[in-house]
């Protein structure tokens, strides 16, 4: 029988009541006695040289409190990038300046150029229209290769070139050009992974505040590491020390990594706070977040597979380029490179893996971390590959997968990461038993009958979660250490407040890290509340961001429970006059061991606040404990994933009529949460993979620039709940961390996008046309009917 | 937005004499215009809603047997109330989503004429007469390419009408992103023939199909449009597909609305 409560239950998320209720506090919500409204003029040009601003007419206008320009932060500093990646050359990678208004040049479309402070927002964009701009056209430079060849103009006029790094990573050159000389079978592709605009539910909000009492800075933002913002923020934009910057991230309305960055308008709202005496605020349009929110993926790769005459991989090599776009994202560089090189032998034995990645800098937005960040190019290029070496050798693509598995734990891969546990045959089996494989003829029979195609694809992936441990990133060039942080307030009468670094947009912390707490103390879950998002009542946190909230700072958590509980056998062993040693904790009742004598939790909990009958020459009064938590490894959830679409010849149209993920995302606490997770990853990756397109046109225009021409995925998009399986139960817990739990927040957006290209191939392959042998993301209508008839 | 006044007539004469003022603007169901004030791309000076006019709202048939439908009436309504023409009202229940189809009005839609909107496939192949505070206006004569029409300044779509045929049926494929038609194909069979119009596809907007119509008038059967195409030249070419790609989809819609319609 299915758990009601604790560590493997599913309790409803107890958020969802303010949620759906409309009682959630998300920033846009929060406004400041005295606030004043910035609007950002941006530019509407991809690259241009700034020859003038002249704001005199606007600064005369009705409510302006204050226009500022790139002038007014000539003495700050920059927005910085959080991780240096150091080259095949043994040179850092370059590193332009990011100024928080342009200064110079106009390096992006919506860089922001002036901003208008003043007593409504409709004011400031009607002051912003009257700012006269002289801003000199420059060709941009867009497309990737075009931004590496010799003479290109240059998106910094200080660098040498648009080049960021030349990266080289995994095996030496001889040893991988050796695996391919003497390979049986080499299969090239060559592919894009789109460029995606995040679109979370709310867009990002900044409101500055500061008070020349205390001279203190608060700052409430839409963020998923609020601790990281005031570190960024504060050490290397604003020169503000931490005591004097608090940094608050409320109820914010999905993050999927675009809400990790620091951002410009954060700076300035914190900035012109001071500057004006007036706290600011900014909420950014839809349209806005299309051109100021970090993008994601853009990767332009070949992957060349070398197999032997037993269809054993030997090698894998890659070359991509990366659209780092006009400046550096806060961890822009860390994803082609470490977030992605790492996971290029999959769940694969192959002995020779070497990743090449070249970052480019182009006149658009800048890239950064998006869901799966590094991971789902990983798996989407491998996958990929994978598939068509079983095309090209006439072989089933299952068994391909299957007899190269990795199969002995721990497994050093080539590409330097250690897989503590695994059982890719396991998660193959499930996902082969819940998409009934046999059944497939039948059911390609019956689509055929109705005029479509039907394709299977399968895709396996493993990701690393759980970023990280600190040593290990600090020596890759992270500018930060990677662990997490909680406190355990246990209160008088027993209650209890865990603040935790980690920072919840969507996951259901709130409901989750209690079912952990409560489980170890045998107490009802509501007596147990989370806080999380505000600098000044956390210890520390470095965030929520690759799947690493339970892990990393749920570990954290349970460290400081696990502290909780040894003191509170030593006021109870006091209590019952007993060796704490012989003290038991057991549904919420301290008791010596053999005995029928026992102390409930809220008599110890009181005891050590009202410390009248307590040890007080051993231990001090109160109950609250803090640990800091760094992981020894990454985590690695694995699975394997299967879908079945239909093409309609006549119009390229695919539709998923089924969708399996078999995960292993080892111990699971909140079944419905974890299910709820890998349903919106993959919707997330069926985006990808079918509808999202973020469009550049050759000077530098967005022509994706709104939901009009940006499809996002809609529920008509995803199969039928009774079609859509998500499954779990395979189970090899994590060795390293004390919940055995690796993380299941971008396993769905990592493993769906080649499982839907996969399908498509399949359904093309079968409807003869053999000629096709790759789609680029997003496999639209259009995209499939030329593909079809590109013969 | 920019500040602007709204009036709110509640008399078809009183909204005539409110657009006399320059720079007023009629607004209908506002689906396009109100995101277009949003985006400060339009400053009018007067707002005059069509929407407190009771006259305009409705749907009826006439002695002649057309559908009548005020130039006022929502989507919805049409879907709901244009029983009689289940064509035009399944076109109408596949407008946008509910909030658009709640507001949105078959006047505003067919004075905006949207190259990928749906009502001027319905207007132009049912051979509908567009009625305005003025004049008559053949369906024929009334579109005048993208966003342009025969209306002149100031001039209310009151109501249209709709000559009921035997069969018909609107088929479209969407824009993935806006769910426009990316191409959609309104075919009308009457007694003395087939009308078939497109939107979504041309540089122009909405067009006939003379050669499916005649192919179609002798046979009214998909088969009767295989082999037939029209050129891919001046057809919409963007994101979202080729010209050759719509020009290619026109002639799958039609064989499929024709499908539906027998």
């Known amino acids: ?791 | 937005m920019y500040s602007f006044d709204i009036q709110r007539p509640t008399s078809l004469a009183d909204a005539v004499a409110a657009l006399a003022t320059d720079e007023a603007l009629p607004l209908g169901g506002g689906q396009t215009l109100i995101p277009t004030l949003k985006q400060r791309l339009s400053a009018p000076s007067v707002l005059v809603s069509l929407s407190g006019i009771a006259e305009m709202k409705g749907v009826c048939t006439n002695d002649d047997g057309a559908l009548c439908i005020g130039g006022g009436t929502t989507h919805a309504t049409v879907a709901r109330e244009a029983t009689s023409y289940p064509g035009l009202a399944a076109l109408a229940a596949k407008i946008g989503d509910p909030a658009v189809r709640n507001r949105g009005t078959i006047g505003g839609s067919l004075a905006n004429n949207d190259p990928s909107a749906c009502y001027p496939a319905a207007a132009l192949g049912s051979g509908a007469t567009i009625i305005t505070n003025t004049r008559s206006i053949a369906a024929d004569d009334y579109f005048q390419g993208m966003f342009a029409t025969a209306l002149d300044e100031g001039e209310i779509v009151t109501e249209v009408r709709f000559p009921v045929p035997e069969k018909s049926c609107y088929m479209k494929f969407e824009q993935p992103a806006s769910r426009f038609a990316l191409v959609g194909v309104f075919v009308a069979k009457y007694a003395d023939g087939v009308r078939v119009a497109v939107t979504g596809a041309s540089e122009e907007g909405v067009f006939r199909w003379t050669e499916a119509e005649e192919a179609l008038s002798s046979n009214f059967a998909p088969e009767a449009v295989e082999g037939l195409s029209v050129s891919g030249d001046g057809m919409i070419s963007d994101l979202h597909g080729s010209g050759t790609y719509r020009a290619h989809l026109v002639g799958v819609m039609t064989k499929r609305a024709v499908a539906a319609a027998i």
């Not at chain 1, 009541?17 to 506090?25: D, E, H, I, K, S």
């Not at chain 1, 989407?380 to 007899?403: C, K, N, S, T, Y």
């Not at chain 1, 079945?644 to 010849?649: G, M, Q, S």
């Not at chain 1, 939901?707 to 399986?725: E, G, N, S, W």
Request: charged share 20%; glycine share 10%.
């Open chain 1, 1 to 791: 029988m299915p758990k009601d409560h604790g560590i493997g239950a599913s309790p409803k998320r107890r958020e969802d009541v303010r949620f759906l209720t409309g009682a959630g506090n998300y920033t846009d919500d929060i406004n400041v006695h005295g606030q004043a409204y910035v609007h950002f003029l941006r530019s509407d040009l991809a690259h241009g040289k700034i020859n003038g601003i002249d704001t005199s007419a606007a600064e005369a206008m009705p409510g302006v409190v204050r226009i500022f320009t790139g002038k007014d932060f000539e003495g700050v500093g920059g927005l910085p990038c959080g991780w240096q990646v150091t080259d095949k050359h043994g040179e850092v990678m370059k590193e332009p300046a990011h100024p928080v208004l342009a200064q110079g040049k106009v390096r992006h479309v919506g860089d922001p150029i002036a901003a208008v402070v003043a007593d409504s927002l409709e004011q400031a964009r009607t002051a912003a229209e009257a700012i006269v701009l002289d801003i000199e056209e420059l060709p941009a430079v867009v497309d990737m290769n075009k931004a590496l060849e010799p003479g290109a103009t240059k998106v910094h006029d200080d660098l040498s070139d648009n080049l960021c790094y030349d990266w080289q990573f995994g095996t030496d050159t001889e040893t991988t050009d050796a695996a391919f000389k003497n390979a049986a079978h080499v299969t090239t592709l060559e592919l894009v992974n789109n460029r995606l605009v995040a679109n979370p539910m709310e867009p990002r909000v900044a409101v500055g505040q500061y008070s020349r009492a205390g001279g203190d800075y608060t700052l409430y933002t839409t963020s998923q590491n609020p601790h990281v913002i005031r570190l960024l923020m504060g050490a290397f934009v604003l020169g503000i020390p931490e005591h004097k910057l608090r940094v608050v991230a409320p109820d914010v309305g999905g993050g999927f990594g675009t809400k990790i960055f620091h951002y410009a308008e954060e700076a300035f709202c914190t900035f012109a706070a001071k500057a004006c005496n007036r706290p600011v605020k900014w909420t950014s349009t839809r349209s806005e977040a299309f051109m100021s929110d970090a993008h994601g993926r853009d990767h332009v790769t070949k992957i060349e597979l070398a197999l032997d005459k037993d269809n054993n991989f030997t090698a894998v090599r890659t070359d991509t380029k990366a659209n780092m776009g006009a400046y550096l994202s806060t961890f822009s560089s860390s994803v082609p490179t470490w977030l992605h090189g790492t996971l290029m032998a999959g769940n694969y034995r192959t002995p020779a893996v070497q990743v090449n990645v070249k970052a480019v800098f182009t006149n658009t937005v800048p890239v950064d971390a998006y869901r799966g960040a590094g991971r789902p190019e990983a798996t989407f290029q491998l996958e990929r590959v994978i598939d068509m070496a079983a095309r090209e050798l006439g072989v089933d693509p299952i068994a391909l997968r299957r007899q190269n598995f990795i199969t002995q734990f721990p497994y050093a891969t080539p590409v330097a990461v250690e897989y503590d546990t695994g059982d890719y045959e396991a998660t193959m089996a499930k996902m082969e038993e819940l998409m009934d494989i046999p059944g497939f003829a039948a059911r390609r029979a019956a689509s055929e009958k109705n005029g479509k195609l039907r394709g299977l694809g399968i895709n396996c992936f493993i990701e690393a979660c759980g970023i990280a441990p600190s040593n290990l990133v600090g020596q890759l060039g992270a500018r930060a250490g990677l662990y997490d942080a909680a406190t355990v307030r246990v209160n008088a009468t027993g209650s209890i407040s865990v603040m935790v670094g980690a920072h919840s947009h969507g996951q259901g912390h709130e409901t989750v890290f209690p079912q952990v707490v409560a489980e170890m103390l045998g107490i009802d879950e509501s007596m147990i509340d989370i806080v999380h998002g505000d600098t000044s009542k956390i210890p520390f946190g470095m965030g929520t961001y690759g799947s690493r909230s339970l892990a990393v700072c749920g570990s954290a958590m349970v460290r400081a429970t696990e502290k909780i509980i040894n003191k509170a056998k030593k006021i109870a062993g006091h209590l019952l006059e007993a060796s704490d040693s012989d003290i038991e904790l057991k549904d919420g009742m301290f008791s010596v061991a053999g005995t029928d004598k026992s102390v409930a939790w809220g008599d110890v909990t009181l005891a050590a606040y009202v410390p009248h009958n307590y040890p007080l020459e051993d231990i001090e009064p109160g109950l609250e404990e803090t640990a800091f938590y760094d992981p020894a490894n990454f985590t690695y959830p694995a699975g394997a994933y299967a879908c079945e679409v239909e093409v309609d010849p006549e119009t390229g149209k695919v539709t998923i009529e089924k969708f399996v993920s078999a995960d292993d995302f080892g111990n699971v606490v909140n079944p419905m949460i974890v299910e709820g997770q890998v349903h919106g990853g993959i919707a997330q990756g069926i985006g990808q993979a079918l509808l999202e397109n973020c469009a550049y046109d050759e000077n530098g225009q967005l022509l994706s620039a709104s939901y009009m021409d940006y499809a996002m995925p809609r529920a008509d998009d995803i199969p039928h709940m009774a079609h859509y399986v998500v499954d779990h139960s395979c189970q090899t817990p994590c060795t390293h961390n004390p919940l055995g739990v690796k993380g299941c927040g971008e396993a769905g957006a990592i493993g769906s996008p080649p499982t839907v290209v996969n399908a498509v191939i399949d359904a093309l392959h079968s409807g003869g046309h053999t000629h096709v042998k790759h789609i680029d993301m997003p496999v639209t209508p259009s995209r499939v009917w030329a593909a079809m008839n590109s013969q």
